[in-house]
């Protein structure tokens, strides 16, 4: 099993900053490769927002380049990554959610909401 426990989110008005956390646990069958953060609008589909491959590149979605960071701490199978979020705008209002892979599971976090307004 998989455990991914996320915090962080809030309201901030617009240009404000917040830091998303996600605790990421699993026990022995198999190590935990990509992590990444998606994001879901009410009626909108769940989008990537920023992630790390296992390779360590890391992607960024071009709508938060220059203004989110992601960053992980930790090896195989206890992880933290964090998602530094600056400047933010009213539309990246959404529930933000935590993914990690392993094998070819994925799997998600329970989602923490982050509110912008003006």
């Known amino acids: 099993q998989v455990q991914l426990l996320e915090s962080g989110g809030g309201s901030v008005p617009a240009g404000g900053s917040l830091r998303l956390s996600c605790e990421i646990s699993a026990n022995i069958g198999g190590v935990i490769t990509a992590v990444g953060w998606y994001r879901q609008a009410p009626g909108k589909q769940r989008d990537l927002v920023a992630g790390?491959?296992?390779?360590?590149?890391?992607?960024?979605s071009d709508s938060v380049k220059g203004r989110f960071t992601i960053s992980r701490d930790g090896l195989y199978n206890t992880q933290t990554v964090w998602l530094q979020m600056n400047n933010l705008k009213i539309d990246d209002t959404a529930t933000y959610y935590c993914k990690a892979e392993r094998g070819f599971t994925n799997y998600w976090g329970q989602g923490t909401q982050v509110t912008v307004h003006s």
């Open positions: 790390i491959a296992t390779d360590g590149n890391v992607k960024y």
